[in-house]
């Protein structure tokens, strides 16, 4: 009898040892958050330089899915312009803005032939994303039809200036939660999240208080050590000289729109004469 409670008290100590490892396991992968599902940062995720290629690896402990292949795609995107490349927007300029400043490929189809080397926000957000594909669907070649390779195009045939609400990067392009427009509407490749559930990886459209529209890379929520509240991201803007990592304070911000990839094979299958909704109303952030 006496053997039996020595036993049971073993197997008790034992199993409050592992569901002691387990929470410290949890607490050392997540970073801490608050009693929800905010996902906060701590000053050692961000690197020191808004140009580095450090995105999957400071970041894939807090992500999964096809949000990895983001953050390897944005480390692809952005070791072409460690210095940020530059940022321009001038579509009645000479030569017109430049989406992205190298040439794009995805499956080994040319995308765009850059006419700057210069970026813009949404341009870098849409090179992520079809960075992204190239990881994700390998054999994507043998399987994308012609019209559909045509409406990823971020160009005219002739290499003239790819409008607004035209095809697959004309939504992205467009004013407003171009992403969601063209992710979720438009291609289905996507779904809508809440800023409360966003993980590093996701796009995001963010709605200034000033008016004007931001399309970026989401990579987590930052509370500073003066208890100020911000957003990190990835894209291309005039802070960081183009390409680049930006921790911008929430009171600057009205609303957002994050969606995420999760159904990379509708690429293969989408309606390219799909019309969308303009008027999907975005989300505050209540952190």
Not at 4 to 11: E, F, G, L, V, W
Not at 39 to 48: F, I, N
Not at 223 to 246: E, F, L, R
Request: hydrophobic letters at 35%.
């Amino acid at each position: 009898m006496h053997s039996n409670r020595k036993n049971i008290a073993a197997i008790f100590l034992i199993i409050f040892i592992l569901v002691l490892s387990l929470e410290n396991f949890s607490q050392s992968k997540f970073p801490k958050t608050s009693k929800h599902k905010w996902l906060l940062l701590s000053e050692k995720d961000l690197s020191k330089d808004a140009q580095n290629l450090n995105h999957l690896k400071n970041f894939k402990k807090y992500a999964k899915g096809y949000n990895l292949a983001v953050l390897r795609a944005i480390d692809s995107v952005q070791a072409h312009a460690m210095n940020g490349g530059g940022y321009f927007i001038g579509k009645d300029s000479t030569p017109t803005e430049s989406p992205i400043g190298y040439e794009l490929k995805l499956f080994g189809h040319s995308l765009i032939n850059p006419p700057r080397t210069t970026s813009y926000c949404s341009g870098s957000s849409y090179t992520a994303l079809m960075t992204s594909l190239n990881y994700i669907l390998p054999d994507g070649s043998k399987k994308i039809s012609k019209d559909r390779l045509e409406a990823v195009r971020m160009q005219e045939p002739d290499g003239g200036r790819r409008e607004d609400w035209v095809k697959f990067w004309g939504i992205w392009n467009a004013d407003g939660f171009g992403s969601q427009y063209a992710l979720v509407q438009y291609s289905k490749m996507g779904k809508n999240i809440k800023p409360i559930d966003a993980m590093p990886g996701d796009f995001m459209n963010i709605s200034w208080k000033t008016g004007i529209g931001h399309s970026v890379v989401f990579l987590g929520w930052y509370i500073d050590k003066d208890g100020t509240k911000n957003v990190v991201y990835w894209s291309s803007q005039k802070g960081t000289n183009g390409m680049g990592d930006q921790v911008v304070p929430l009171s600057r911000i009205k609303e957002v729109k994050i969606v995420r990839l999760t159904n990379p094979k509708n690429l293969f299958k989408f309606n390219i004469n799909q019309s969308v909704d303009k008027k999907v109303p975005g989300d505050k952030i209540n952190l």
